[in-house]
């Protein structure tokens, strides 16, 4: 059910430089980008796992924090 995965956990990532790029990739037979979204230094997205969305890759440096622990992209 839709709601079902609406209501899942959210992960969070912190920018920590200019021109970071949360993308979402697309569920499904093919992986595809559906979203980029452009950060810059100390900006925050909170973002969840979707029907539509089954993995976020993430370029430039980042605090990313999920239920999985906080690592650091891009160093
Ligand atoms: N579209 C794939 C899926 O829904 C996404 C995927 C599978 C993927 N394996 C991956 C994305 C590895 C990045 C890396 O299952």
């Known amino acids: 059910m839709e709601e ?6 959210y992960i969070c990532v912190k920018a920590l430089e200019n021109g970071v790029q949360v ?4 569920r499904g037979r093919d992986t595809r980008f559906h979203h980029t979204e452009k950060m810059d230094a100390g900006e925050v997205v909170l973002a969840q796992f979707t029907q539509n969305t089954s993995a976020i890759k993430i370029r430039g440096r980042a605090l990313i924090i999920t239920r999985h622990g906080q690592i650091e992209s891009g160093k």
Request: glycine share 20%; proline share 0%.
């Open 4 to 9: 079902d995965y609406i209501s899942g956990e």
């Open 23 to 26: 993308i979402g990739m697309t």
